[in-house]
């Protein structure tokens, strides 16, 4: 049987990043997101130029330069997860220029859900251990369990934060799940079950798909 390409979508806290290192692993497949991508490929000419170009600037990739890295990253691999890309319209439209995928596969968590598992991380200052309120709480609350030391919300994860990356993502990349849903490409999975649980129903999903 062919190595699965599998595309994954989700907004930031759905769980895509663990689930997609569960099917490189399973599949024996390459996990393809579009920053790994970017950062291995920063010095790779495009007629647009290369990615280093606009990341030192601090300015946006644009489509275009991140369409042709996405290309180069899965030029000569025979079965992918990607996670991450694409991000809107334009960019889903070119990947399938481009390549073929079995499956499209949405994990779906309500923004009730995905706010309390981005605003609940918190890290230890002093070894940097992570802790979850919600799912991995520490023993004592605001100690480090492993070193004592105190415990703090990085500003990424606090509400207003996570309530615009979620913002950006309805905005940007629900079209994209209609673009594939119109064409019935699409599979919802329950992504607010527990990982294991959310995993079994994927890996199903994907056995039969390919």
Not at 65 to 88: C, H, M, Q, S, W
Not at 150 to 156: A, K
């Amino acid at each position: 049987m062919s190595e699965p390409k599998i595309l994954l979508v989700g907004a930031p806290g759905a769980g895509k990043g663990t689930q997609s290192e569960n099917v490189a692993e399973a599949f024996d497949v390459d996990h393809v997101t579009t920053g790994d991508a970017l950062r291995a490929n920063k010095d790779v000419e495009t007629p647009y130029g290369t990615p280093r170009e606009y990341m030192d600037a601090g300015e946006l990739v644009p489509d275009e330069v991140v369409n042709e890295i996405v290309k180069e990253a899965l030029t000569g691999i025979d079965g992918f997860v990607l996670d991450g890309y694409p991000r809107n319209l334009s960019q889903a439209e070119y990947l399938g220029e481009i390549t073929s995928l079995d499956a499209v596969i949405y994990l779906d968590v309500s923004e009730e859900e995905l706010l309390t598992r981005l605003t609940g991380r918190r890290v230890c200052a002093d070894c940097g251990a992570n802790f979850h309120l919600t799912y991995a709480p520490p023993e004592e609350d605001g100690v480090c369990d492993d070193c004592g030391g105190s415990l703090y919300q990085r500003e990424d994860d606090t509400e207003d934060v996570a309530k615009e990356r979620i913002r950006v993502y309805r905005e940007n990349t629900e079209p994209v799940i209609q673009f594939y849903d119109d064409r019935g490409d699409l599979v919802r999975i329950d992504g607010e079950r527990a990982p294991e649980a959310v995993w079994e129903d994927l890996r199903e999903t994907i056995d039969r798909e390919r």
